[in-house]
């Protein structure tokens, strides 16, 4: 009773509020009666009057104090900024809470305008530069070569700039032009026209995003400080915070349009800074946060991608927003899925947050069905194929094939493109955990599925030939697996020749799998073919020399591949070092001078793997079974590149590569001769004479072998010939 007492002693504080229309170039914002408005923990919503005006009672809460609306709803309408609803709200008895909804209808014809007239500019633009081509290459000022270079290249500008104008028009639609200054409104204008030039031009001169950042940084920090120090001025500090998160709104407006349009000009990079700087602006707002991860996972910067997937799903769990969850924590597992791909280890926190996910989907799907099905069994292929990495493959199976089934009912009841592919994964997914289990005859039966659907998407849409190289690749397994060799070259050169196509128009993206494919088929036939013979001459059997430099054709291509890839983007940096390792392999057995140059990119990285020349690498190839066989490796290599150095005049190398295997291995004197004639061809004989007599008796024939084979190649300087000489009579 006095808890009861107490309460109702308390002063009933209410945040006043307006709800309002969107407003647009041509008509200014309208109040809106009748919106449904709930506060979250609060059972009884209230309603706008016609002035647009509501109360909210909040007992309690004083000024500064957070409650978080969980419902605003009108019928013809959505929010403008869909964020508001599990956001934390400052309570102010004296600031009232705007909120801003849009017309569907309104919406979608503004969505419809900005897209007719994008396509208008783009096609115009397209004809122009195209018309331009063909003058130049009549007028012969242009190679034939450059003339289809740039005609490929418009053609890529083209559809991709087709791709962002949906992403433009929700963007523009949603854009308060009440808010809008005559020069913020000419920008808008400018997209509205399709001309991004121009607005691109504008938005440079008004708008600087690193001076954004750091304005709302200072300006909060600012405020804190003056809450800390003075409790009397709180009312107005809050009242300046509350202005402060409004220029940030209007902040985050401009560079969500930067970004746009670094996108539309193929400025990754600028398109990057503005994406992010709008996360960091605000780190509460998970829509921003998401927006930032969806740019970094499709431009396979997984680990950027990860951050910002986790802070989303930190954000959406705090306001119990399931669904919103759901999605962060299936990008947050899909991409510690990819950023693991190289560790012999699987990170648990990618199974961790599939599983949860799965687990609200679950729930949500018992009441709506329809809704969230799709999503529940893209999920659950996610999950089955980490069950499957993890060689869990009783789980693997019960996830991947519910999957299918939801996802094939999903796809008869929408046959869309989309839904389609989402059902052929699936077959394939169910086909690779058969192979991985060696049960052959399922495998065919769900790979020939896939197939089926592949082959029918691919044809309709060659958006998605990647399906069915995807699929190609898997039966190449399956066939390398029952030694069907014919047929799996068969599928790899089919699996090739789409990858190859899809690279030319996105290099970034598909070369990677060109070059994984290229380096898997050189690696399964060179381990197919003694070689030994053949690096020698004695060979002459076409049946094995033929596949031999087929093989290091392919091994070598998808070696410089993916040496051009990491340089953009180090995600497959393992694959590329795996194919050097093989090619080393077999330079090394065939005592090719042309594993000099991949020992040169090898070897300096692999010096990080062994700190204080340890023998317990930091970091172990997945291509060795262990640490000891990556260390029996690298000495090898090691030995080898040093006697390699002589043929290339760098004595100085050779020293530091006998330097580095003596650290590594003292006992390893095989090594010594190459230390000694190092020193030797440096002229530094004190040093060489010293090591020539410490190991005079056990490498005495060694040391005369290297000195013949240095003289018949004609490595030996005449400055230092009389040294060698010395030294030959010092062994006798």
Not at 190 to 219: K, T, W, Y
Not at 468 to 485: F, G, M, P, Q
Request: glycine letters at 4%; hydrophobic letters at 35%; aromatic letters at 12%.
């Amino acid at each position: 009773m006095l808890l009861t007492l107490l309460w109702q002693c308390l002063p009933a504080q209410t945040q006043q509020g307006h709800v309002r229309s969107l407003g647009r170039p041509d008509k200014k914002s309208k109040a809106l009666k009748g919106v449904t408005i709930r506060v979250k923990g609060e059972h009884n919503p209230v309603l706008s009057d016609s002035t647009g005006t509501f109360s909210l009672l909040l007992p309690g809460l004083k000024n500064g104090d957070a409650y978080t609306l969980q419902q605003v709803q009108k019928s013809g309408y959505e929010l403008n900024e869909t964020s508001i609803l599990g956001q934390q709200q400052a309570f102010s008895d004296k600031v009232p809470l705007e909120i801003v909804m849009v017309s569907l209808n309104q919406l979608q014809a503004d969505k419809q305008r900005i897209e007719n007239n994008a396509y208008k500019v783009a096609e115009k633009n397209y004809n122009a530069k195209l018309k331009q081509l063909e003058e130049q290459i009549n007028n012969h000022s242009i190679s034939e070569e450059k003339y289809y270079e740039e005609q490929r290249a418009l053609q890529e500008k083209f559809e991709r700039y087709q791709t962002l104008i949906d992403n433009l028009a929700d963007h523009y639609a949603h854009t308060d032009f009440d808010l809008l200054d005559e020069n913020e409104r000419e920008i808008n204008l400018c997209i509205e026209n399709g001309d991004l030039e121009r607005a691109d031009s504008l938005i440079h001169r008004l708008f600087d995003p690193i001076d954004v950042l750091q304005r709302n940084m200072d300006a909060l920090a600012k405020i804190d400080k003056q809450i800390a120090q003075a409790k009397g001025m709180i009312e107005k500090a809050n009242e300046d915070k509350a202005k402060v998160l409004k220029q940030q709104a209007k902040d985050a407006e401009y560079l969500y349009q930067l970004y746009t349009i670094a996108l539309a000009r193929y400025d990754d990079d600028k398109a990057q800074q503005y994406i992010e700087t709008r996360a960091e602006l605000d780190t509460t707002n998970g829509r921003w946060q998401i927006d930032a991860a969806q740019f970094f996972s499709s431009h396979l910067q997984f680990q950027k991608s990860i951050v910002y997937f986790s802070r989303a799903a930190n954000l959406y769990r705090q306001a119990g927003q399931e669904y919103e969850l759901a999605f962060a924590l299936y990008g947050l597992g899909s991409q510690l899925q990819a950023a693991s791909i190289n560790n012999k280890e699987k990170d648990p926190a990618a199974e961790q947050a599939l599983s949860e996910s799965v687990a609200i989907l679950r729930r949500l799907v018992q009441f709506f069905p329809q809704l969230y099905n799709k999503s529940l069994g893209i999920i659950l292929t996610n999950l089955g194929e980490e069950y499957l990495n993890t060689q869990r493959y009783e789980e693997s199976a019960a996830m991947l094939k519910e999957a299918q089934e939801i996802l094939f009912e999903v796809s008869i009841e929408a046959p869309t493109d989309e839904n389609v592919y989402r059902v052929c994964h699936a077959y394939k997914k169910l086909g690779d955990l058969y192979l991985a289990m060696k049960n052959y005859s399922f495998c065919r039966i769900y790979l020939n599925d896939a197939l089926i659907y592949s082959k029918m998407l691919a044809l309709r849409n060659p958006d998605y030939e990647y399906a069915l190289a995807s699929v190609y690749c898997s039966y190449e397994s399956y066939y390398y697996e029952i030694k069907n060799d014919e047929n799996c070259k068969k599928m790899f050169l089919q699996a090739a020749d789409i990858y190859r196509r899809l690279a030319k128009n996105k290099p970034r993206f598909y070369e990677p799998f060109l070059a994984s494919e290229l380096v898997k088929q050189g690696m399964r036939m060179i381990a197919s073919i003694d070689y030994s013979d053949i690096c020698l001459g004695n060979n002459r059997n076409e049946k094995d020399v033929v596949p031999f430099f087929e093989a290091l054709y392919y091994l070598s291509e998808g070696t410089n591949i993916y040496r051009r890839t990491v340089t953009l983007d180090p995600t497959f940096d393992v694959q590329y070092e795996q194919a050097l390792i093989t090619l080393t392999y077999v330079y090394m057995a065939c005592d090719a001078d042309s594993g000099y140059k991949n020992l040169e990119e090898l070897l300096p990285r692999w010096k990080s793997y062994y700190p204080d020349c340890s023998d317990n690498p930091t970091f172990v190839n997945p291509y060795f079974s262990d640490g000891a066989a990556q260390t029996e490796f690298y000495l090898t290599a090691l030995k080898y590149q040093a006697f390699l150095c002589f043929y290339h005049d760098e004595p100085k190398k050779a020293e530091q590569y006998a330097q580095i295997a003596l650290c590594l291995n003292p006992s390893q004197t095989d090594i010594i001769p190459e230390l000694a004639n190092a020193l030797l061809l440096q002229g530094r004989y004190a040093e060489a004479e010293k090591v020539y007599l410490e190991h005079k008796t056990e490498l005495k024939d060694t040391f005369n072998q290297r000195f013949d084979v240095l003289g018949k190649a004609n490595l030996i300087p005449k400055k230092h010939q009389n040294e060698v000489n010395r030294i030959k009579k010092l062994l006798q």
